[in-house]
């Protein structure tokens, strides 16, 4: 099992910052990608970014040159650092774990945190 404890969510205002950060414990491989998703109220599930434990990193077209995801390997952390943010970007922000294992993919989510950019 891989846990996920996320942190840093919360209210700002249209153009700010926000920086969520994502730790992970347990029975992790060495090779692995961590990321974001987001839900938004009635909206389904998206990716918002990922990157691999060799630092390959994807974002989204609507967050590409806002958003900044990084990790630190030895503290088993991923960062999501959000800047210009706008209302819709509004929406419940999930840590991700995937790994590949002898029986196929594993994967494990956090439990979400709430960020809110007022219009």
């Known amino acids: 099992q891989v846990q996920l404890v996320e942190s840093g969510g919360g209210l700002v205002q249209a153009g700010g910052s926000l920086r969520l950060s994502c730790a992970a414990s347990g029975r992790m491989l060495s090779i692995n990608t961590m990321g974001w998703y987001r839900q938004a109220p009635g909206h389904q599930r998206e990716l918002v970014a990922s990157?691999?434990?060799?630092?390959?990193?994807y974002y989204a077209d609507s967050v590409r040159g806002r958003f900044s995801i990084s990790r630190e390997n030895a503290k088993n952390t991923v960062y999501l650092q959000m800047n210009s943010l706008k209302p819709e970007d509004t929406a419940v922000y999930y840590c991700?774990?995937?790994?590949?294992?002898?029986?196929?993919?594993?994967?494990?989510w956090g439990q979400g945190t709430q960020v809110t950019v007022p219009s």
């Open positions: 991700y774990y995937w790994d590949y294992r002898d029986r196929g993919d594993f994967g494990s």
């Open positions: 990157i691999t434990s060799g630092r390959s990193s």
